[in-house]
C-alpha cells in the first residue's frame, strides 16, 4: 500500500435535530400545556492520533465523512438523541488544517482529540418558549447546520534521529541494521520512495529518502521529504565512500537543508564516512580528514559489513540519543 502523507479530504459535521411542537394530553382537556423537547447536538468531526504512519492510505479513496444528524424532540418534553460522531485517525505528527478558515491543529501524541468540525446545535422545542403571557407557544426552532468544508492533512514524521544523504547512501541498509527494519535496499538511486522507521532501544529513527541538489525548491523527491526531518532531534548525515567528491557531497547535503529552512541546518548533527569497507586503510584515513575538514564535526567511518565499526556507531548513536 502507497505511503500516503498530503492528502484533502471533506467532512461535515452533523446538523441539529429540530424541537418539536407538542402537547400534554391531559385528560378532559383538549390540549394541555407545550411538552415539545429539543432536538439532539449533531455529532462532531473529530481526529485521533494514532502510531500508524500508513493509517493516511485509508483515505486514498474515501474523502468524505459526514457525522450523524441529531435526532428531533419528542413528546414529554424529550430531548432528542445527539447524532453520533465521526473519529478519524491520523498517524502521530500529523498537521490538521481547516483550508477555508486557515484554522490548524497538530497531533502530537497518541490518543490526542481534536475536534475541527463541531455539529450543529439542536433546535428548541415550542416548551422552551412558554412564558406567563404565552402559555401555548406554537413555536419550535429547527436544528443549526453542523460545519464543513475541506480539511488538508499534512504528516510530518516525529523521529529520535533521521539519516540523510544522497539516494545509494547506505541509509537503508544502516537502519535495517539497527533496528531490522524492512526498509528496501537496491544499488541504484531513489530506492527509498517513503520514509521508513525502526524502533533502535526504544528510540525511533527514520530513514529520509535522498536528497538531490535542489531538493529544498522541489527537484527530484523535493520538499516532499525535507519536511520529515523537521521534528527530528538530530541528523545522521551520511556521505558514502564511492563519492567522488566527498567535500561537495557533503556541502550539496547541508545547502538543501539550510534553503529548506525550519531550522534544519541548527539540528546537532553526526556526520558519517559510509560504505568504509570500499576504501583502503589510508583512503579511508584521507576520506575522514576530507569530511572533517569540511563539517567541522567528528566523523566516523562505518560499514554495516564490519561488526565492531558497526558496533561503534550503535554505542555512539544510543549516547546521542540517551542525552
Do not use: C
Not at 150 to 162: C, E, M, N, S, V
Not at 239 to 248: H, M, P, R
Not at 309 to 317: E, G, M, V, Y
Amino acid at each position: 500500500m502507497a505511503f500516503i502523507d498530503d492528502v484533502t479530504i471533506h467532512a461535515t459535521a452533523g446538523h441539529g435535530g429540530s424541537g418539536v411542537v407538542r402537547w400534554l394530553h391531559i385528560k378532559g382537556k383538549e390540549k394541555g400545556g407545550p411538552s415539545g423537547g429539543d432536538g439532539g447536538k449533531g455529532g462532531d468531526i473529530i481526529f485521533e492520533g494514532v502510531r500508524d504512519l500508513s493509517i493516511l492510505s485509508n483515505f486514498q479513496y474515501s474523502k468524505k465523512f459526514r457525522a450523524e444528524n441529531g435526532f428531533s424532540g419528542e413528546n414529554n418534553l424529550k430531548h432528542g438523541a445527539d447524532g453520533k460522531s465521526v473519529t478519524l485517525k491520523v498517524p502521530v505528527g500529523s498537521i490538521i488544517k481547516n483550508t477555508t478558515s486557515g484554522e490548524t491543529r497538530e497531533i502530537l501524541e497518541v490518543g490526542q482529540k481534536e475536534v475541527m468540525f463541531k455539529g450543529g446545535a439542536g433546535g428548541f422545542g415550542n416548551n422552551h418558549f412558554k412564558s406567563s403571557i404565552n402559555q401555548n407557544p406554537m413555536q419550535a426552532t429547527p436544528g443549526k447546520p453542523g460545519q464543513a468544508g475541506d480539511i488538508r492533512i499534512t504528516l510530518k514524521l516525529i523521529a529520535d534521529a533521521g539519516f540523510v544523504g544522497f539516494p545509494n547512501a547506505g541509509k537503508s541498509s544502516l537502519l535495517n541494521a539497527l533496528t531490522h527494519a524492512s526498509s528496501k535496499v537496491g544499488a541504484y538511486p531513489f530506492t527509498t520512495l517513503e520514509p521508513h522507521l525502526g524502533n533502535f532501544y526504544g528510540f525511533i529513527l527514520a530513514d529520509i529518502p535522498g536528497l538531490i541538489e535542489g531538493s529544498s525548491s522541489g527537484r527530484g523527491l523535493g520538499t516532499k521529504f525535507l519536511r520529515h526531518i523537521e521534528r527530528t532531534r538530530f541528523i545522521v548525515h551520511l556521505v558514502s565512500a564511492e563519492q567522488e567528491d566527498l567535500s561537495a557531497a557533503y556541502t550539496n547535503i547541508r545547502k538543501e537543508l539550510e534553503a529548506f529552512g525550519a531550522n534544519l541546518a541548527e539540528k546537532e548533527e553526526l556526520v558519517v564516512l559510509s560504505k568504509a569497507d570500499l576504501l583502503t586503510p589510508d583512503e579511508q584515513g584521507s576520506a575522514l580528514k576530507t569530511l572533517r575538514e569540511v563539517s567541522g564535526k567528528e566523523v566516523m567511518a562505518l560499514s554495516i559489513l564490519d561488526d565492531e565499526a558497526l558496533k561503534a556507531f550503535s554505542d555512539q548513536l544510543a549516547k546521542r540519543l540517551g542525552k
